[in-house]
């Protein structure tokens, strides 16, 4: 069964953008990188894949986060997950981040408020 995290805060410290989260689900010494990112056009929040041995870990970077997001990707730092104690690299992120912006960029099918919402944090500055 999948599981589901969501960013509680980011910050950017230490050359790295970190996205913190409470209580995951599957500890993150389970968990590898996906190097895959997903959108929820509803939830209006990226989704970044981390795998387990029986399922995946979505972890979500909602609406409010999305200005540290762009900080980090325009200064190429890397992403990094906090939980507790335990961290781990979001390998690839800005890679799977860029291809996403460009996807949604004038495209209606992800839906008109996710679209003017990216238009908004990421290509009005």
Not at 94 to 120: F, M
Request: proline share 5%; aromatic share 10%; with cysteine.
């Amino acid at each position: 069964m999948n599981e589901k995290v969501i960013v509680r805060r980011a910050e950017r410290k230490d050359g790295r953008l970190w996205l913190h989260v409470h209580d995951a689900p599957i500890s993150l010494a389970r968990v590898t990188p996906k190097r895959h990112m997903l959108v929820d056009s509803d939830a209006l929040a990226f989704v970044y894949l981390l795998e387990a041995d029986d399922c995946f870990l979505y972890v979500m970077v909602p609406k409010p986060w999305w200005p540290q997001l762009k900080e980090a990707l325009d200064a190429e730092e890397p992403v990094w997950l906090r939980c507790g104690e335990r961290t781990l690299e979001l390998e690839q992120f800005h890679d799977e981040l860029s291809y996403l912006l460009e996807n949604i960029r004038d495209n209606a099918n992800y839906g008109e408020t996710l679209e003017q919402a990216v238009q908004d944090v990421f290509f009005e500055s």
